[in-house]
């Protein structure tokens, strides 16, 4: 890893990297919770967050509460937490680094986001080419009849929300604790993947599960130049070419301001 001086690490690593920026054909940006910290979002613990203690008022542990099966047996309970999350995202909007990443998808050459959050936030910001490996709170699917529909907003509706077409419970399309990842958004992650990045970001993920800790990785020892934007130190840490211990706003701000001097000098 790059060492950074500590008396003024960010001008410096910000040069470095709007460098690489500019130069890349390929760029991959890794997201998690802690990109949408600066809309005033908490980063959340697993899929649900929110919540400091192991189990939740029901005496469960909050990945049970938020599983597939609960869903299945209880639906009850999962929505509960799940419209928790929706009121905390309702009036959310993006950020400098959301509102950034979507800028440089439009003048850079190609630019793919692999997002764990849930909240739409990058595509609320101008991003297209976007994976949401877990999904969008928002998006709902009855599954009787297969019926989508949007939700922008849970109050006032009843809970689980009821299919306007078939009368049967709908769900939200997001990934819950013990279901698999939706094949067509691996798919595209995998097609990209192949063809390969020149650069890589991670920020604000702890990277603990594998698809999102892999692609970082795997650039870092194919010599591909890896950033990872993380106020704390994680697993990546140690293994990225740059790591910037501060909030993702204040790092791609200062990152697409030192571009802007690149370009005026």
């Not at 909007?93 to 739409?120: C, F, K, S």
């Not at 603990?208 to 697993?235: D, K, M, S, W």
């Amino acid at each position: 890893m790059s060492a950074l001086p500590h008396e003024k690490p960010m001008p410096i690593a910000a040069q470095k990297i709007a460098a690489l920026l500019n130069r890349a054909r390929r760029i991959l940006f890794i997201t998690g919770a802690g990109i949408s910290a600066d809309s005033g979002l908490p980063t959340y613990r697993g899929l649900g967050g929110l919540y400091e203690n192991d189990l939740t008022a029901e005496g469960i542990p909050i990945e049970e509460a938020l599983s597939g099966e609960m869903l299945r047996q209880r639906p009850e309970i999962p929505w509960k937490y799940m419209a928790q999350i929706e009121e905390n995202c309702r009036h959310a909007g993006p950020n400098a680094a959301h509102t950034l990443i979507a800028q440089w998808e439009r003048e850079l050459p190609y630019v793919m986001v692999l997002t764990q959050n849930i909240d739409g936030l990058h595509r609320a910001a101008g991003s297209r080419n976007v994976v949401e490996i877990h999904g969008d709170l928002h998006r709902l699917r009855c599954a009787h009849c297969g019926l989508r529909d949007t939700a922008q907003d849970f109050a006032g509706r009843s809970l689980p929300p009821v299919c306007p077409r078939c009368g049967q419970a709908m769900r939200p399309e997001v990934v819950l604790f013990g279901e698999m990842l939706p094949e067509a958004e691996l798919g595209r992650l995998l097609t990209a993947l192949d063809t390969g990045f020149d650069l890589v970001f991670s920020i604000g993920t702890t990277s603990v599960f594998p698809y999102i800790a892999q692609p970082v990785l795997q650039a870092a020892q194919a010599g591909v130049p890896t950033v990872e934007i993380n106020p704390r130190p994680t697993y990546l840490s140690a293994r990225v070419a740059y790591q910037l211990p501060v909030g993702a706003a204040a790092a791609l701000t200062a990152i697409e301001e030192a571009r802007r001097q690149m370009k005026s000098a």
